[in-house]
């Protein structure tokens, strides 16, 4: 199992330079003033799709060969993964079939399908999606896009990281920890190739969902943890069962002792985004900003990145959470 | 009567540089194929305050002397002119009363006492702001902010202007037309100023809500001309009687014809800003965007910047139209 290494990184950030958005940097008086610190977000619910996955699934298929795959690509997703994929797929010119969990929100089902993608639904209960996805390869001739645990996805993950440590330097700065939203691990290792090998001092770690969090439970352990439910949070975009095997090998390496906020911290932190912030962020891609607005990672007198990952909230969530 | 020159700007920009934010400027894929050209948001949303009165406020009260007036400061304004007063005079260390209309959005008057100003309310029908101001201003030995015809607050609102000319040339770009909401002028009058000046085949022009065009028609008719209504619009940041008599004489010289959309389409646009851009903007911050969407500004083929000049919207409104 070769790994990811800072020069996969640099290569996926010059195959999706001309595609994927730059995205901005900002700063809040009120949320600095709030934490006692200075708090860096970095906006990847203004990439492409509505979040960072775009990154990774450019990256990946932009490196298959077209040909040898007729049937285009294959994805299992909740949601933002599914959009990242059909939208890449789209530009690349490959056909997309995304399967996804019956119960995932309305507005990514209605995206992927508009982003040209054909939606296979599944139950997350009863099904067995990997043997679903794993079927349409074969009878297709496609080649199957994983969500994270893959040497391309997590380059392009990680190409966030290098805008990170590009953003923060101009500014004179120094980050002293990059907080990361986590599921399989795809971003949060990605960045952590990238910031730690740039900047060897600031420490990059991830924010879970309290009962969905098999990475932090897995550092802890030295071997791969799984979460007892698949279903039970808002974090519609964090529920997986267990790390990733190259992104917990990268994570073991460069990743420090994670962090889990609560459902209701994670409400408050997206009431927070779009009463002080202006910004609409989905709930997996708050729990880094919940993290900091909680005092549960420690950010207070230090210089901090927070990853908002993410803004492809369901409009009746998000009009409950903010009225 | 001397009117704002691009020196002023350039001054102003100094005074405010450690103070304002520098917002970003930014491009969605998904509005870009939308309008059929090229489109770069000016996010004045995410200025301190949450609008772009913030940096006219600050500019202003810089200049006062404070021992020139016990009183503080005295500011009209429905909502973020008064937010914008607040907390540049508790940045200068000035004390500030902030006359709103009784209502006035909920949350900009309670955002206007958080921020440490007195609040004073009046009945927006049958009450005369300007004789409850002057009284204050008499009483207390205080200076009056105005919200738009003021050379240091036209000025301030125009570094806006300065950043666009800016972060557009970096992208190797020339601005067809820079698309500004538009109620008293001062926004609209100063990015007028910075933008002509330094990009001249730049056009610049007003947006506003279509029964409170008076800008327009003031354009138009080449003298100042009045709105038949204060009331009745949801773009609460927008209504005023007519345009100030500064912002209206760099108006005549420097701003192209003007344009209006409706209460709908200012309501589609703020949707769109959720859906597809992830960002929360107020009815008034959203008529530029809304005139884009719409085809009602010549947008197509073209380069535009469109100026998203406030985000603070009330909670229940804001869920009323996303849901």
Chains 1, 2 share one sequence.
Do not use: W
Request: net charge positive; glycine share 10%.
């Amino acid at each position: 199992m070769r790994l990811p290494t800072i020069a996969d990184v640099h290569s996926a950030a010059e195959r999706i330079a001309l595609y994927a958005v730059r995205t901005p940097l900002i700063e809040s008086h009120v949320l600095n003033d709030r934490v006692g610190g200075r708090v860096l977000l970095k906006l990847e619910t203004l990439q492409r799709v509505g979040a960072f996955k775009f990154r990774g699934a450019y990256n990946k298929i932009s490196r298959l060969n077209r040909g040898a795959y007729p049937g285009g690509v294959v994805a299992c997703s909740s949601g933002n993964h599914a959009q990242g994929v059909a939208l890449a797929a789209s530009l690349l010119g490959f056909k997309a079939v995304i399967v996804m969990p019956r119960d995932a929100p309305a507005i990514k089902i209605a995206r992927t399908k508009a982003l040209g993608a054909e939606v296979i639904l599944f139950d997350r209960l009863t099904d067995d999606r990997v043997a679903i996805a794993n079927a349409l390869v074969k009878a297709r001739g496609a080649a199957l896009v994983l969500p994270f645990d893959d040497l391309d996805i997590i380059a392009g993950q990680g190409t966030a990281g290098l805008e990170i440590v590009e953003q923060v330097k101009k500014r004179g700065l120094t980050p002293d920890l990059v907080l990361v939203p986590c599921s399989g691990g795809g971003l949060a290792s990605g960045i952590a190739i990238a910031v730690r090998n740039l900047s060897p001092t600031t420490v990059v770690s991830t924010v879970e969902p309290s009962e969905f969090d098999d990475f932090k439970r897995s550092l802890q352990s030295g071997k791969r943890e799984r979460n007892a439910r698949l279903t039970g949070s808002i974090c519609d975009a964090l529920l997986v069962s267990e790390p990733g095997e190259i992104t917990f090998a990268v994570g073991r390496e460069l990743l420090s002792s994670g962090y889990t906020v609560s459902e209701e911290q994670v409400r408050d932190a997206i009431r927070f985004a779009f009463e002080e912030l202006k910004l609409v962020v989905e709930p997996g891609g708050a729990v880094a900003l919940a993290s900091v607005l909680f005092g549960v990672a420690p950010a207070k007198g230090k210089t901090t990145v927070v990853v908002l990952s993410g803004g492809n909230i369901d409009p009746l969530l998000f009009a409950e959470i903010i009225a």
